[in-house]
């Protein structure tokens, strides 16, 4: 089989660090507004942005800037602004760490199947954590898209030679992991990360029209896989 | 053969815009330097966020906030910043305005050819400029890369299943889009666009070392081609 991994929240740790970031944030943007406002007038911009930045920490940073001058009414000052493009450079300059057992859980996944990296997002930031992973020679093929959805699964595959009924895509994200992939005749395993970006958040009546297994950690992939394949 | 294009300055106009930007951010730090000064301070910004930014408009306008914030010493408006994020803003949004003669060359170049994008950039703008083109369906496969190097293009090529000696590339950047080509075994034509990005300027002796046909536009393409493959 080949076996797909996302990347954020699935061999490394991502969004702790946005939610890190937006705490801070709320912090500089304090006096003008209580946190929960700053937090949710920011998503509302990462939400419009979305369409025209994509994702990523460029992408935030600049949703960041915006926000502070929307919330602040243009009166916060360049030391917070600055402040701002700062947790963007440390969020861009943070090295992969990796999820628990994660070496442990490649090696063994990796002996019985081929596997692939499938990362949604910045191409150069996303290209720059595999490299610092240390991870890239457990994986045949590294991919990143711009879009997890059936068609760009289906593409992929087929660039890559790989059968749907071949792969399995592991990650904790439903709608961008498991969902289209079942779509298109795959499989998917889900395995929740602590903290889930809004934007990732699923529709209920989605998740129970599609069902998948859900792992409680990455450490029970091997032995599952072994009897699910 | 299989023909790779270089979109940005290639397909459609991308620099001129970049420029005109400049331009205006000058004009915008009039009160703090004379506008040499400033795209001076500019650049070396940019060069300085390559490595961790990439390439592309959300890193331009990053980099122009900082400048901003760092030729004015802190003191620029934040009506200005917020002129500077729409400036980004601007450059995103802009539909793609084809090179002279684009369309009529893919058809004739595609009757006898298989033609492939190869850009360079932020991933999510990348894939937006090719859909907002309209010239995607002259293409066989479109591949949007973080770096324009022998290793990229012998990955790319051998993914694809295309020979290096069966494939050539067209662009206007000689670094970028025909020496790594040449390296691999294949061959590159080039062809100028009338303003080239200061990043993308050629070492002499490397230009002299390796030597590719140059064409004044793209309208020569099938001609050339005819005659030379």
Redesign the interface.
């Known amino acids: 089989m080949i076996i797909g991994f996302d990347a954020d929240d699935t061999l490394w740790h991502n969004e702790d660090g946005f939610q890190a970031t937006t705490r801070t944030f709320e912090g500089l943007l304090g006096s003008w507004a209580d946190p929960d406002e700053v937090g949710n007038r920011l998503f509302a911009i990462e939400k419009r942005n979305m369409n025209?930045?994509?994702?990523g920490v460029?992408?935030f940073?600049?949703s960041m800037?915006?926000a502070a001058?929307d919330i602040?009414d243009?009166?916060?000052?360049?030391?917070n602004?600055?402040m701002i493009?700062e947790l963007?450079?440390h969020l861009?300059?943070r090295p992969a760490e990796l999820i628990d057992d994660v070496v442990t859980v490649l090696e063994e996944v990796g002996r019985e199947h081929t596997l692939m990296i499938i990362t949604k997002g910045?191409?150069?930031?996303q290209?720059a954590r595999i490299d610092s992973s240390g991870l890239k020679d457990h994986f045949w093929r590294t991919e990143?898209?711009?879009h997890k959805d059936p068609a760009t699964y289906s593409q992929l595959l087929s660039?890559?030679g790989v059968l749907p009924r071949e792969f399995v895509m592991i990650g904790n994200s439903l709608p961008s992991d498991v969902f289209p992939v079942i779509e298109i005749g795959g499989r998917g395993i889900h395995i929740p990360y602590p903290v889930t970006w809004a934007m990732e958040h699923v529709d209920p009546d989605v998740a129970h029209f599609h069902s998948a297994p859900t792992l409680n950690s990455l450490a029970e992939l091997p032995a599952f896989l072994a009897d699910w394949v």
Do not use: P
Request: net charge negative.
């Open positions: 025209r930045y994509g994702y460029k992408a940073t600049l800037i915006e001058l602040s243009g009166n916060i000052d360049t030391a602004l600055q493009i963007g450079h861009l300059d910045d191409l150069y930031h290209l990143v898209v711009a660039l890559h």
